[in-house]
């Protein structure tokens, strides 16, 4: 079983919808949380980081819940600029700390 | 303005040769770390390190070498390429693993 899972999508939805991402994952001890925007072709770059009071920034949400042990982020008013795969991250305490991510899901906006 | 610099970008390499993906950063972060991206697999951790001299295995080790002997170098090793390692790899680095990572543009690798 990986340490971080995700639904791979792709998810299709149009502009101005809502839309949710889950991700589990499976080591209790995990401490940090992110959530990566990757763009074809491109480098991951960090989206948001995920903190257990919840945290938000303009049309993005994310949300942690501890207990059990996953963490999603909402997108508001869907933007086909939106459209990349969203991949979460988190950090592992077997042997040094070391951050894995899951395989990420593919989010398409469409007109 | 550089961050994290991978190269080359694009390599090509016959079954059985060896080569070396560069890693370097100028942000004087302790950690740095490889993952490879395959199609549905999404990143995995290859080889990662806290700090200089101090590295450990990731998720998907077998076939790769790593050293750290400073704190801004990090390169990955394939001793004996072959063509399950045909992938993207990206590198990168931050000051722990529980802050913000700064990933490299990717190498693309074709083993053929």
């Known amino acids: 079983r990986k340490e971080v899972e995700q639904d791979p999508g792709p998810f299709n939805v149009p502009e101005g919808a809502t839309v949710a991402f889950n991700c589990t994952y499976s080591?209790?001890?995990?401490?940090?949380f992110f959530w990566y925007r990757q763009d074809c072709r491109k480098e991951p770059k960090l989206l948001m980081s995920?903190?257990?009071s919840g945290n938000e920034d303009g049309r993005f949400t994310a949300q942690l819940n501890r207990a059990s042990q996953y963490i999603s982020l909402l997108i508001r008013d869907s933007k086909l600029s939106d459209s990349a795969t969203y991949l979460c991250a988190v950090t592992l305490n077997t042997g040094f700390q070391k951050l894995v991510f899951g395989t990420g899901t593919r989010l398409l906006v469409s007109p | 303005n550089a961050g994290v610099t991978q190269t080359p970008k694009f390599q090509v390499l016959k079954t059985g040769q060896s080569m070396t993906l560069q890693c370097a950063q100028d942000?004087?972060?302790?950690?740095m770390s490889w993952y490879r991206q395959d199609p549905g697999m999404g990143l995995r951790l290859i080889h990662y390190s806290v700090g200089a001299g101090i590295t450990d295995q990731g998720e998907v080790p077998n076939g790769y070498n790593v050293s750290r002997s400073t704190t801004e170098d990090f390169p990955l090793r394939l001793l004996s390429a072959a063509p399950s390692q045909t992938s993207v790899y990206f590198c990168?680095?931050?000051?722990?693993?529980?802050?913000?990572?700064?990933f490299g543009e990717g190498s693309w690798l074709t083993v053929v």
């Open positions: 080591n209790s001890a995990s401490q940090s």
């Open positions: 995920v903190y257990s």
């Open positions: 990168a680095s931050s000051s722990t693993p529980g802050n913000t990572i700064y």
């Open positions: 942000m004087n972060h302790e950690y």
